[in-house]
C-alpha cells in the first residue's frame, strides 16, 4: 500500500460518462470547495472517456492524491482505481477488488452471505427471460447487476403490469438480477474506516427510494438518529461495518438495509457515497461533529493505492 507523505495538491475527478455523470458533478465540485477551503491546491477533472487525455490531464496536476468524486461505472466499479494503482497514485475510498465486488451485485451478496449478513433471495436472468413474464413470485426487485444510485430498478408487485426494461440500455441477452423485494423500513449507515457514523431511516412519498428520491430536492426525508430501538439501532451499524470489511473497503462506505420485523437485511455497499447537498454520508458526519470540510480532508488524508 502506498499512502501520501504529504498533502499539497489534490486532482478532484468527476463527471466521467456514467448515468450518474450529473450528480458527480456536484459532488466533484462540493469536494473542490471544501478542500480549497483547508488550503489545498485543487484541480478538478472532468474525467474524459480518452483515457490517454486523463492519464495526462492527472500528470499535468502533479497531485499528491486523487479525490475520486466519480459515481457509476468506470468510477466505482474498479476501472479508475486500477489505473491509479498503475499510476502509483494514493486514492480516496476503495481499491479496485473491494469496488468491483461492490458494484457487483451478486457477487457482493455472495460476499455478505458469507460474512454472516441476511440479504434477499435472487435469481439471475437476461434481459429476454425478465421480459417474458415472472422470473419469481411476486413481489420482486429487477435490478442490473452493475449500476448504482438505483438506477434501472424495477418493483414488480401483485396486479402491476411488467415493467418495461427498455430503458436499461441492455441487450435482450444481458443479465440483470431479480430479488425478492423486502418490505419494511429502510436504513443506512456511513462507515468511516472502521467506524459506522449513524443509522438514517429513509422514507420517500416515491413507490421506493430511486434516483429522484435519492437527488431530488424534498424527494425523500431522512430521520437521523432512527428511531429504532437501541439494540436494532446497533445491530445496523454492527452489520454495515461488518459488510465495509467483508468487501475489504476503505475509506468511506454506506450500507444500505432493510428492516422486516426484526431481521435486517443487506441491500448493498456503495464505496463512492454521494456528496451533494441532499447527501446521506455529509449528514451522519456533521451528527457526530465532523464538518463537510474535515470530512473530505480525512478522506484525503486516508487516501491509498496498492502501488
Not at 457482493?108 to 419469481?136: N, Y
Not at 402491476?160 to 444481458?174: M, Q, R, T, V
Not at 429502510?186 to 467506524?195: F, H, I, L, P, S
Not at 421506493?208 to 439501532?233: I, N, T, V, W
Request: contains cysteine.
Amino acid at each position: 500500500m502506498k499512502r501520501p507523505a504529504s498533502i499539497r495538491r489534490v486532482a478532484v475527478l468527476c463527471g466521467g460518462f456514467s448515468k450518474e455523470r450529473e450528480i458527480s458533478l456536484v459532488s466533484g465540485g462540493a469536494a473542490d470547495r471544501a478542500l480549497r477551503a483547508k488550503g489545498l491546491d485543487v484541480a478538478k477533472i472532468d474525467v474524459p472517456r480518452d483515457m490517454a487525455s486523463l492519464v495526462a490531464q492527472i500528470n499535468a496536476a502533479k497531485p499528491d492524491v486523487v479525490f475520486n468524486a466519480l459515481h457509476g461505472r468506470f468510477g466505482e466499479d474498479g476501472c479508475i482505481q486500477g489505473l491509479l494503482d498503475m499510476m502509483a497514485i494514493p486514492y480516496t475510498n476503495s481499491g479496485r477488488m473491494a469496488s468491483a465486488v461492490a458494484m457487483d451485485k451478486p457477487a457482493a451478496k455472495r460476499m455478505f452471505a458469507a460474512a454472516g449478513i441476511p440479504v434477499a433471495e435472487e435469481k439471475i436472468v437476461t434481459v429476454a427471460e425478465a421480459e417474458r413474464g415472472d422470473v419469481m413470485a411476486r413481489p420482486y426487485v429487477l435490478k442490473p447487476v452493475n449500476e448504482g444510485s438505483s438506477v434501472g430498478v424495477k418493483i414488480v408487485r401483485a396486479g402491476d403490469n411488467h415493467p418495461p426494461l427498455d430503458d436499461l440500455g441492455l441487450g435482450k441477452d444481458d443479465l440483470i438480477m431479480a430479488e425478492r423485494f423486502i418490505p419494511g423500513r429502510e436504513v443506512t449507515v456511513a462507515v468511516m474506516g472502521d467506524r459506522p457514523l449513524a443509522v438514517t431511516e429513509i422514507t420517500t412519498g416515491r413507490d421506493f427510494y430511486d434516483y429522484e428520491a435519492k437527488y431530488a430536492k424534498g424527494g425523500s426525508k431522512h430521520a437521523l438518529p432512527a428511531d429504532l430501538p437501541r439494540a436494532q439501532y446497533e445491530k445496523a451499524m454492527e452489520l454495515s461495518l461488518l459488510a465495509h470489511k467483508a468487501l475489504g473497503c476503505r475509506g468511506v462506505s454506506r450500507a444500505d438495509l432493510r428492516l422486516d420485523g426484526d431481521t435486517f437485511y443487506m441491500l448493498e455497499v456503495n464505496t463512492q457515497p454521494g456528496l451533494t447537498p441532499t447527501s446521506l454520508v455529509p449528514e451522519q458526519a456533521n451528527y457526530v461533529g465532523l464538518s463537510f470540510e474535515d470530512l473530505m480532508y480525512w478522506m484525503v488524508e486516508h487516501a491509498e493505492c496498492d502501488a
